[in-house]
C-alpha cells in the first residue's frame, strides 16, 4: 500500500541506524480492515513483485518504465552508490504465503495460538518451497510467535492477553484461525453468536472488562489456548523450547511488555545454560 520509494529508503534508514540489525516485514494485512480503507486485497504476485523491486533498489539499481504486479512506475531509484543487504520478512497464515516467504524472503513469521500441528505444517511448507527454488532451506528461517503470560502477572491482566486476545482474533479473522488450526467451525458459530460477543463493540482485548472475559473464557475451548506460553517462568521457559523442538528457528514472544518478560526470559536463560 505504500510507493516502493517510500518503503525503500525508509528501510535503509532503519538498516543504517541500527547497524545492520533491521529486517522489513511485509504482510497482506486484515482483509476487513483493507476494505474498509477502500484498498483491494493484497495478491501472492504483488507481495513476490515488491520484494524483488526492494531488493533491487537497495542493490542502487535504476528501475525505468516499471510495469508490475506491484505496480506502474515511471523511474525508480534510490542512490546508484547503495550496495545494502536488508533481511525480509513476511508474516504468513496460509499454503500459498508460507510458499511465498520459503522461496523469496530470508525470515516467515507465524501467528500467535498455532497449534503444534500447523507450526510443524508451516515449517515444512516454508522449508519444502525454498528447496523447490534452489534455496538452501537453513537460510530461510521460520519464527513461531508465543503468548508468552507468566503466572506473575495479575488474573484480570492475563485474562486479557490470553482470552481476550484469542477472541480479539477471532473476532477480525476467525475463519482463518479455525480454517489455519483445523479447529472445529462449530465453536466458532457459537463464538459468534454468543448475544454478548455479537452487541459488542470494539476489540474485546481493549474494551471488554474482566468480568466480560470471563463469560468469553467460557465460549473458547482449553485446547485453543494451550498452545500458549501459561504459567510459572519455569513452565513458560519449557513451552518456549518446545516450539524450537517442533522445528522453529526462533521465536518471538508475544502479549507481554518487556518489563513483564524479565521472569520468563530469565528462566529461558536458565534452561539454556542447564542444556
Same mark, same amino acid.
Given at each position: 500500500?505504500?510507493?516502493?520509494?517510500?518503503?525503500?529508503?525508509?528501510?535503509?534508514?532503519?538498516?543504517?541506524?541500527?547497524?545492520?540489525?533491521?529486517?522489513?516485514?511485509?504482510?497482506?494485512?486484515? @482483509? !476487513?480492515?483493507?476494505? *474498509? /480503507? $477502500?484498498?483491494?486485497?493484497?495478491?501472492?504476485?504483488? &507481495?513476490?513483485? %515488491?520484494?524483488?523491486?526492494?531488493?533491487?533498489?537497495?542493490?542502487?539499481?535504476?528501475?525505468?518504465?516499471?510495469?508490475?504486479?506491484?505496480?506502474?512506475?515511471?523511474?525508480?531509484?534510490?542512490?546508484?552508490?547503495?550496495?545494502?543487504?536488508?533481511?525480509?520478512?513476511?508474516?504468513?497464515? @496460509? !499454503?500459498?504465503?508460507? *510458499? /511465498? $516467504?520459503?522461496?523469496?524472503?530470508?525470515?516467515?513469521? &507465524?501467528?500467535? %495460538?498455532?497449534?503444534?500441528?500447523?507450526?510443524?505444517?508451516?515449517?515444512?511448507?516454508?522449508?519444502?518451497?525454498?528447496?523447490a527454488a534452489g534455496r538452501d532451506p537453513d537460510t530461510v528461517k521460520v519464527?513461531?510467535?508465543?503468548?508468552?503470560?507468566?503466572?506473575?502477572?495479575?488474573?484480570?491482566?492475563?485474562?486479557?492477553?490470553?482470552? $481476550?486476545?484469542?477472541?480479539?482474533?477471532?473476532?477480525?479473522?476467525?475463519?482463518?484461525?479455525?480454517?489455519?488450526?483445523?479447529?472445529?467451525?462449530?465453536?466458532?458459530?457459537?463464538?459468534?453468536?454468543?448475544?454478548?460477543?455479537?452487541?459488542?463493540?470494539?476489540?474485546?482485548?481493549?474494551?471488554?472488562?474482566?468480568?466480560?472475559?470471563?463469560?468469553?473464557?467460557?465460549?473458547?475451548?482449553?485446547?485453543?489456548?494451550?498452545?500458549?506460553?501459561?504459567?510459572?517462568?519455569?513452565?513458560?521457559?519449557?513451552?518456549?523450547?518446545?516450539?524450537?523442538?517442533?522445528?522453529?528457528?526462533?521465536?518471538?514472544?508475544?502479549?507481554?511488555?518487556?518489563?513483564?518478560?524479565?521472569?520468563?526470559?530469565?528462566?529461558?536463560?536458565?534452561?539454556?545454560?542447564?542444556?
Amino acid at each position: 500500500t505504500r510507493h516502493p520509494i517510500i518503503t525503500a529508503s525508509y528501510a535503509t534508514t532503519m538498516h543504517r541506524l541500527t547497524g545492520g540489525r533491521f529486517t522489513l516485514g511485509l504482510g497482506r494485512g486484515i @482483509g !476487513p480492515m483493507m476494505g *474498509a /480503507l $477502500g484498498l483491494p486485497p493484497v495478491t501472492t504476485a504483488q &507481495l513476490e513483485d %515488491f520484494a524483488g523491486l526492494m531488493r533491487r533498489l537497495w542493490k542502487g539499481e535504476t528501475i525505468v518504465g516499471y510495469d508490475g504486479p506491484a505496480g506502474r512506475y515511471p523511474f525508480l531509484r534510490l542512490d546508484p552508490d547503495f550496495d545494502e543487504n536488508i533481511p525480509l520478512a513476511i508474516m504468513a497464515f @496460509g !499454503p500459498n504465503t508460507l *510458499a /511465498l $516467504g520459503g522461496r523469496t524472503f530470508d525470515h516467515v513469521v &507465524l501467528h500467535t %495460538f498455532f497449534t503444534d500441528e500447523t507450526l510443524q505444517r508451516c515449517v515444512r511448507t516454508v522449508k519444502q518451497a525454498a528447496e523447490a527454488a534452489g534455496r538452501d532451506p537453513d537460510t530461510v528461517k521460520v519464527w513461531s510467535v508465543s503468548a508468552a503470560i507468566g503466572d506473575h502477572l495479575p488474573e484480570d491482566v492475563r485474562l486479557k492477553k490470553t482470552v $481476550g486476545r484469542l477472541a480479539t482474533y477471532l473476532q477480525a479473522y476467525g475463519d482463518l484461525m479455525v480454517s489455519t488450526n483445523q479447529w472445529d467451525p462449530a465453536v466458532l458459530a457459537r463464538f459468534r453468536a454468543d448475544p454478548f460477543v455479537a452487541g459488542f463493540r470494539g476489540a474485546l482485548d481493549d474494551k471488554a472488562t474482566p468480568e466480560e472475559l470471563q463469560h468469553v473464557a467460557t465460549l473458547i475451548p482449553d485446547e485453543w489456548l494451550a498452545p500458549a506460553a501459561i504459567g510459572s517462568p519455569e513452565h513458560c521457559a519449557a513451552k518456549v523450547q518446545e516450539q524450537f523442538d517442533l522445528g522453529a528457528d526462533g521465536v518471538i514472544l508475544h502479549g507481554a511488555a518487556p518489563a513483564e518478560l524479565e521472569p520468563l526470559v530469565s528462566a529461558i536463560r536458565e534452561q539454556n545454560r542447564a542444556r
